[in-house]
């Protein structure tokens, strides 16, 4: 049995190694933009980055590789995702596609409705979604500033 679950261990560990090294490429943007104006900030519990419409196939995206608490800040330019041991991650208005609500993500499933997916464009033709489950808030009520810096000209439609 100890043998077995040996084994488990280093193919999982393996496995996560591999997945890092395939998306060693994929870096969030970090640190806020100098004179962006803060709209609103709420806790959260970040879940996962994962493939555009696939919850269940995690992306290692640095620093968002993890799980972790946080903060999740608005502002007039885009969202900041100031989560706990990593730098500040700021997707911007223009390379935020959309915003909407899930129920599953990688591990991670809850009630109908209660997470909040960001999908958002982490390189040039590659769109990921993040997961959020809001701990100071209900999703409905910072969904429509999301929507609103979603919806710029320039993001384009979801591919």
Excluded: C
């Amino acid at each position: 049995m100890a043998g077995v679950a040996a084994l488990i261990l280093l193919a999982m560990f393996l496995g996560w190694r591999r997945r890092i090294r395939r998306d060693s490429a994929l870096t969030a943007p970090i640190g806020v933009p100098e004179h962006a104006e803060v709209t609103g900030r709420h806790e959260v519990l970040y879940v996962a980055t994962t493939a555009h419409d696939q919850p269940l196939e995690r992306v290692a995206v640095k620093p968002l590789a993890y799980r972790a608490r946080g903060e999740l800040v608005l502002t007039d330019r885009g969202v900041a995702l100031s989560l706990d041991g990593a730098p500040t991650v700021f997707i911007a208005s223009t390379r935020l596609v959309a915003a909407d609500r899930a129920t599953v993500a990688v591990n991670r499933v809850v009630e109908p409705n209660g997470l909040v997916r960001l999908v958002w464009r982490v390189a040039d033709g590659v769109l990921v979604d993040s997961f959020l489950r809001l701990t100071s808030a209900e999703p409905q009520q910072i969904l429509p500033e999301l929507e609103r810096l979603s919806a710029a000209p320039e993001n384009g439609e979801l591919s």
